[in-house]
């Protein structure tokens, strides 16, 4: 049986984003910017496309600008405000947990004289509310949090650090790394007082490449690349089309009944949850109970997460020890961020669903799992045993 369960890291194309990423390909591959008719069909899907991400989150298209990824989107907005506001503060507010992504370019904004404030998470991997209320003083030009984090799941208080920010007389940018929760929870900007939201799309079965920025109407960010004046003026190069068509049509079919989609990952998730509790022993589990429906962060005590991830693999299981961008470096960042112990930490395994899983599925990724985890427990038992004699 063949199971994928590393969606968080990347998802596998619908079909019909796989049809019209082709087509653009075959037929509409014109450059955007030619005044000629193969030029003004690609301008077309371009258009098209921003109106179908625009209104996914209740956006105005001239709000939406494409880029290469989250990566891009990220960094785009981090700096962009960086650039547009450090004469009016230096001070930056982000969490400990962080995309790399988001991390790394804070990382170098504190090199370019921004102090960085990296707010420590509960045990739940949660920012608390009154420390960031804390944190915020008339310094802050930018508060950058994730909506969903990438390897537990944990849903940040997006609507209650939005709520603080609008009240304060400073005008501070808010910024939400968006990639995970985008098309699994509910993101509107109507409501969501959000300025800057990052978005993905191969984390919803689009094409890996392409990515979006969305920029509050009224919030100015300095040109990113320059160039050609694309998108705008805001990102100059030749846009993707064959991406950008097929990140719209993946947007197209997430919205097709998102809320059945959504509890048949909800009922996956808890199955898997339920039959892993009821079959394997000295479990730690790292995803809240309030979380994506999405993700689930499991720690097998006694075990080594990269030891497991191949023994899956081995049986057609595919998973993953953490985010995808930093699975070969050492630990998770994250859970060391929530206080989790070395032995809680080792044996993590992050799955990470998507609509296609099943019951079934999950059946046989319990009945592999018990097998191994017994195994490499045995065995780590008998080596501790030789050291001792």
Same mark, same amino acid.
Request: aromatic share 6%.
């Given at each position: 049986?063949?199971?994928?369960?590393?969606?968080?890291?990347?998802?596998?194309?619908?079909?019909?984003?796989?049809?019209?990423?082709?087509?653009?390909?075959?037929?509409? +591959? /014109?450059?955007?910017? &030619?005044?000629? =008719?193969? $030029?003004?069909?690609?301008?077309?899907?371009?258009? *098209?496309?921003?109106? @179908?991400?625009?209104?996914?989150?209740?956006?105005?298209?001239?709000?939406?600008?494409?880029?290469?990824?989250?990566?891009?989107?990220?960094?785009?907005?981090? +700096? /962009?405000?960086?650039? &547009?506001?450090? =004469?009016? $503060?230096?001070?930056?507010?982000?969490?400990?947990? *962080?995309?790399?992504? @988001?991390?790394?370019?804070?990382?170098?904004?504190?090199?370019?004289?921004?102090?960085?404030?990296?707010?420590?998470?509960?045990?739940?991997?949660?920012?608390?509310?009154?420390?960031?209320?804390?944190?915020?003083?008339?310094?802050?030009?930018?508060?950058?949090?994730?909506?969903?984090?990438?390897?537990?799941?944990?849903?940040?208080?997006?609507?209650?650090?939005?709520?603080?920010?609008?009240?304060?007389?400073?005008?501070?940018?808010?910024?939400?790394?968006?990639?995970?929760?985008?098309?699994?929870?509910?993101?509107?900007?109507?409501?969501?007082?959000?300025?800057?939201?990052?978005?993905?799309?191969?984390?919803?079965?689009?094409?890996?490449?392409?990515?979006?920025?969305?920029?509050?109407?009224?919030?100015?960010?300095?040109?990113?690349?320059?160039?050609?004046?694309?998108?705008?003026?805001?990102?100059?190069?030749?846009?993707?089309?064959?991406?950008?068509?097929?990140?719209?049509?993946?947007?197209?079919?997430?919205?097709?009944?998102?809320?059945?989609?959504?509890?048949?990952?909800?009922?996956?998730?808890?199955?898997?949850?339920?039959?892993?509790?009821?079959?394997?022993?000295?479990?730690?589990?790292?995803?809240?109970?309030?979380?994506?429906?999405?993700?689930?962060?499991?720690?097998?005590?006694?075990?080594?997460?990269?030891?497991?991830?191949?023994?899956?693999?081995?049986?057609?299981?595919?998973?993953?020890?953490?985010?995808?961008?930093?699975?070969?470096?050492?630990?998770?960042?994250?859970?060391?961020?929530?206080?989790?112990?070395?032995?809680?930490?080792?044996?993590?395994?992050?799955?990470?669903?998507?609509?296609?899983?099943?019951?079934?599925?999950?059946?046989?990724?319990?009945?592999?799992?018990?097998?191994?985890?017994?195994?490499?427990?045995?065995?780590?038992?008998?080596?501790?045993?030789?050291?001792?004699?």
């Amino acid at each position: 049986m063949f199971v994928y369960l590393d969606n968080s890291s990347t998802t596998r194309p619908y079909p019909s984003v796989m049809q019209a990423v082709a087509r653009a390909m075959e037929e509409d +591959f /014109g450059n955007p910017s &030619s005044l000629h =008719r193969l $030029g003004l069909a690609a301008e077309q899907l371009v258009k *098209e496309a921003r109106n @179908v991400i625009a209104r996914s989150l209740g956006a105005s298209p001239k709000e939406v600008f494409f880029t290469s990824g989250g990566t891009e989107s990220d960094n785009a907005a981090l +700096f /962009g405000v960086w650039e &547009s506001r450090k =004469r009016q $503060g230096k001070r930056i507010i982000t969490s400990q947990v *962080e995309h790399p992504a @988001v991390l790394r370019a804070c990382e170098k904004l504190e090199r370019m004289g921004a102090e960085v404030l990296y707010l420590p998470v509960n045990e739940q991997g949660v920012v608390d509310v009154q420390v960031f209320r804390e944190a915020v003083n008339e310094e802050t030009i930018l508060v950058s949090l994730m909506h969903v984090n990438n390897e537990t799941g944990a849903v940040m208080p997006i609507d209650e650090v939005g709520s603080i920010l609008r009240k304060r007389k400073n005008a501070i940018v808010f910024h939400s790394d968006a990639v995970q929760s985008y098309g699994k929870l509910d993101l509107d900007v109507r409501s969501c007082p959000v300025d800057l939201i990052s978005l993905s799309a191969h984390k919803i079965h689009g094409p890996k490449g392409i990515g979006a920025l969305y920029v509050r109407e009224g919030l100015a960010l300095p040109s990113f690349l320059y160039g050609g004046g694309q998108e705008s003026g805001f990102r100059s190069g030749t846009e993707n089309v064959p991406g950008i068509s097929g990140f719209a049509q993946a947007v197209r079919e997430q919205q097709k009944d998102p809320r059945q989609r959504r509890l048949r990952m909800v009922e996956v998730k808890d199955h898997l949850l339920r039959r892993l509790r009821e079959e394997i022993p000295e479990l730690s589990i790292h995803t809240p109970s309030f979380s994506a429906p999405s993700v689930l962060n499991i720690g097998f005590i006694g075990c080594k997460g990269e030891v497991l991830l191949h023994m899956l693999e081995q049986a057609g299981i595919f998973v993953s020890t953490g985010s995808a961008c930093s699975s070969k470096k050492s630990g998770s960042h994250v859970l060391a961020a929530m206080g989790l112990s070395e032995a809680q930490t080792e044996g993590a395994i992050r799955f990470s669903l998507s609509e296609e899983n099943t019951p079934d599925q999950m059946e046989y990724v319990v009945d592999v799992l018990k097998k191994a985890v017994a195994s490499q427990r045995r065995l780590r038992k008998a080596l501790a045993k030789e050291k001792k004699v």
